[in-house]
């Protein structure tokens, strides 16, 4: 069964440091998506990514923040300076369509520490 | 702002035993109800979801519950399995105008054998 991908699956980081999570997306989807999760917490939206731009973010997803799509299997989210409240457990996810309740699958996460 | 609330937050029952999960949306135009399951180190994977034009619908132990008028919607898992033990979240969204799912705070199921 297609699965999202996402490395690292663990990355510590010094704050203020830049950090590079990367995503392979199911191969037929073509909505992308950041969700984030802090330990004990609810699942947030972060942002949503279609046709190389950004779609809809919400106000986490602040200037620090930034997405790209460098190729044609990669889709990243960078940040820029970390902050110790950046510490998460990161998820990529995809679907084909974007607004019809279809399905959205994710990845099993990246989770960042920033110390 | 838009909102979804989940109970319990933890949950123990002894297998073979039902598992209910209810969930509470803020926002009157959602309308698609999906579940996430999700075990300890992976990510959230879908295991039911339920559309606002349908009341209830089952896929074999797994049946989710959807009541419009009181903006409530519910898992049910009956003859639980050890298996079952995870995390489960619900989730809300308008089909139109956003992207965005809003999710509900996580139950932790533990099926004790």
């Known amino acids: 069964e297609p699965e999202v991908t996402q490395t690292p699956s663990h990355q510590v980081t010094q704050m203020g440091q830049e950090v590079i999570l990367r995503c392979v997306p199911i191969s037929n989807h073509l909505y992308f998506y950041w969700y984030r999760q802090i330990l004990g917490q609810k699942v947030e939206f972060l942002v949503s990514?279609?046709?190389?731009?950004?779609?809809?973010k919400s106000e986490i997803f602040d200037d620090q923040f930034s997405v790209e799509r460098p190729d044609g299997s990669n889709f990243t989210l960078k940040i820029r300076s970390t902050k110790l409240e950046d510490s998460a457990m990161y998820f990529c996810?995809?679907?084909?369509?974007?607004?019809?309740?279809?399905?959205?699958?994710f990845g099993e996460g990246s989770w960042l520490t920033v110390v | 702002g838009e909102n979804v609330e989940q109970h319990p937050s933890t949950l123990s029952v002894q297998e073979g035993d039902s598992a209910v999960i209810k969930c509470t949306y803020s926002d009157s135009a959602s309308n698609y109800f999906p579940w996430y399951k999700q075990e300890l180190g992976k990510g959230p994977q879908l295991i039911i979801d339920i559309r606002s034009n349908v009341g209830e619908k089952k896929d074999q132990r797994i049946a989710v519950t959807l009541n419009k008028t009181a903006k409530h919607f519910s898992l049910h898992i009956t003859e639980t399995q050890p298996e079952d033990s995870a995390v489960y979240f619900c989730?809300?969204?308008?089909?139109?105008?956003?992207?965005?799912?809003?999710f509900g705070t996580g139950t932790r199921l533990k099926v004790l054998a």
């Open positions: 989730a809300a969204k308008k089909t139109s105008g956003t992207y965005k799912y809003i």
């Open positions: 996810a995809s679907s084909v369509t974007g607004y019809s309740g279809n399905t959205i699958y």
């Open positions: 990514f279609y046709n190389n731009e950004i779609s809809e």
